[in-house]
């Protein structure tokens, strides 16, 4: 059971350029992302900061100096979220998070994913104090990455399989039993996400608001349990170990959408709904090269072994 039940950050609907600040501002963004909104904005910025790497080495280094900074804000994405938390999180600032696209369910979460010895581990950091959406940002966001987040709600799909199979196979981790009405809540929030995959990956605002709720409703089941099972399984696994044969990253949709299809076959699942609605948001379902995809899947079982995830199906041959 988990100690501490964290809650989501207040979202503010508002356009960028409404948005009043006095605090001196400590800027995390990526080059793309400011670039895309800049002149929206009029932040007081006493240093900016630019994130490439999820890495703590790298986040340490860029973290030097701007000790007069009394607030943080994240322009851009996960990678962007991801470090700004670390560094909210260690000098006790608040956090304002300004998404660019809704391509990941970071900026609702209190932990960060960095990359250490060839996986994805998670840290405990601290979520935001305030999301704010701004839905002319975010529908006129790059098609692959708009609607992204899509994909940590399609995964429900496959982990919420794995955790059940694991289950059934008494494989559950302690803290991971499985929790049949749980995955009730986790299945109406993937039937919501395929309904409204379409909306989103067009940039309508309704989509947008709908996927939005969507990935706030899975975070804080996700928050109330204490882990992640409910979505993130072996299509996540997958993900984790083909970006570390690839050397290097890739957003986060590229490599979790065909993560998603092929646990799903995988797992005996049907397929063609997951398809449509990935392919409805533009997920690339091929920038991961052909012999990295199969070279991936035949070193899967010993790379969950190694690295010790919660049992799934991706274990297995
Ligand atoms: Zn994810």
Redesign the pocket.
């Known amino acids: 059971m988990p100690t501490t039940i964290p809650t989501l950050p207040i979202a503010q609907i508002m356009p960028f350029s409404a948005i009043e600040e006095e605090r001196p501002v400590l800027l995390v963004t990526s080059a793309p992302a400011w670039d895309a909104v800049a002149d929206r904005l009029h932040l007081p910025i006493t240093a900016r900061v630019d994130v490439t790497e999820a890495t703590l080495a790298h986040w340490d280094a860029l973290f030097q100096g701007a000790e007069d900074a009394a607030v943080v804000y994240a322009v851009g994405g996960g990678l962007a979220v991801d470090a700004a938390k670390y560094v909210a999180a260690n000098r006790g600032l608040p956090l304002i998070c300004l998404p660019t696209a809704l391509s990941?369910?970071a900026f609702l979460t209190t932990s960060s994913g960095i990359r250490r010895d060839g996986c994805v581990v998670y840290i405990p950091t601290k979520a935001p104090q305030t999301v704010i959406l701004d839905w002319g940002v975010l529908g006129a966001a790059p098609p692959s990455i708009r609607a992204a987040g899509i994909?940590?709600l399609l995964?429900i799909a496959t982990g919420c399989w794995d955790w059940r199979f694991a289950h059934e196979r008494v494989q559950n981790p302690p803290g991971m039993a499985y929790i049949p009405w749980v995955e009730e809540i986790a299945q109406a929030i993937l039937r919501a996400s395929l309904d409204c995959a379409e909306a989103a990956g067009r940039g309508d605002p309704d989509g947008l608001k709908t996927l939005y709720d969507c990935l706030a409703l899975e975070v804080q089941l996700c928050n109330q349990i204490g882990h992640s099972r409910p979505?993130?399984g072996s299509e996540?696994y997958f993900?984790y170990a083909a970006e570390d044969r690839l050397g290097h990253g890739l957003p986060?949709g590229d490599l979790?959408g065909p993560g998603i299809l092929i646990a799903a076959e995988r797992q005996g699942q049907e397929r063609a709904a997951l398809e449509r609605a990935l392919r409805a948001c533009h997920i690339p379902l091929h920038t991961i090269p052909a012999d990295v995809v199969a070279a991936t899947l035949a070193g899967l079982p010993d790379y969950c072994r190694t690295h010790n995830l919660p049992y799934s199906r991706a274990h297995e041959p």
């Open positions: 990941v369910d994909c940590d995964s979505e993130e996540h993900a986060h979790v």
